[in-house]
T-cell receptor, first 113, second 114 residues
Framework: EDKVVQSPLSLVVHEGDTVTLNCSYE??????LLWYKQEKKAPTFLFML????IEKKSGRLSSILDKKELFSILNITATQTGDSAVYLC?????????????FGKGTKLSVKP | EAQVTQNPRYLITVTGKKLTVTCSQN?????MSWYRQDPGLGLRQIYY???????DKGDVPEGYKVSRKEKRNFPLILESPSPNQTSLYFC?????????????FGDGTRLSIL
């Protein structure tokens, strides 16, 4: 059975700290690994990672995929209170009629002023 | 503005009373999907649709129906809702899955079945 496991489940840091969120996956016919940020409502897309070892960066956020170890990390540097959210990791499979997302349970990040 | 729109945003209803949650996207996306999100269980896929008139079951389809008569709309139907369907529901769409596109989510519909 496909699964995506995120750790930690929750994390409390102070503004300015750097955090690393973890995501491991077992996805049949794996295609890509996606990260989403969910505040009060819809998950919003952050990154899609398809190739191993290539870091994707957007401002203070960055992410990288290791397809050998079936693992991805999301880094946030110089955290701000606006980074408080649930961060979701999802594996995408492909082939046949698939191409769906298998989500982890999320990491709840709280950034204290 | 490109968006996925769900209605209603909130609904409280009673067991057995049929309801429909609408989902509409204005991005000409081919792929659409419904998820439910429950504490401790994360987002789980209910149904998805690869194109008009093509739908398929996700991980938790029991008790739900969908239809895709038009590209932009993908309603979720609960014929006889039960309390275990109380949840937060998200509709999502993407351009075309085999172009490896991320899914874009609606703002969610919180359903409470009494």
């Amino acid at each position: 059975e496909d699964k995506v496991v995120q750790s930690p489940l929750s994390l409390v840091v102070h503004e300015g700290d750097t955090v690393t969120l973890n995501c491991s996956y077992e996805v049949t016919n794996f295609r890509s690994l996606l990260w989403y940020k969910q505040e009060k409502k819809a998950p919003t897309f952050l990154f899609m990672l398809t190739s191993s070892g290539i870091e994707k960066k957007s401002g203070r956020l960055s992410s990288i995929l290791d397809k050998k170890e079936l693992f991805s990390i999301l880094n946030i540097t110089a955290t701000q209170t606006g980074d408080s959210a649930v961060y979701l990791c999802a594996g995408m499979n492909y082939g046949g009629s698939q191409g769906n997302l298998i989500f982890g349970k999320g990491t709840k990040l709280s950034v204290k002023p | 503005e490109a968006q996925v729109t769900q209605n209603p945003r909130y609904l409280i209803t009673v067991t057995g009373k049929k309801l429909t949650v609408t989902c509409s996207q204005n991005m000409n996306h081919e792929y659409m999907s419904w998820y439910r999100q429950d504490p401790g269980l994360g987002l789980r896929q209910i149904y998805y649709s690869m194109n008009v008139e093509v739908t398929d079951k996700g991980d938790v389809p029991e008790g739900y129906k969908v239809s895709r008569k038009e590209k932009r709309n993908f309603p979720l139907i609960l014929e006889s809702p039960s309390p275990n369907q109380t949840s937060l529901y998200f509709c999502a769409s993407s351009l075309r899955q085999f172009r490896n596109q991320p899914q874009h989510f609606g703002d969610g519909t919180r359903l409470s079945i009494l």
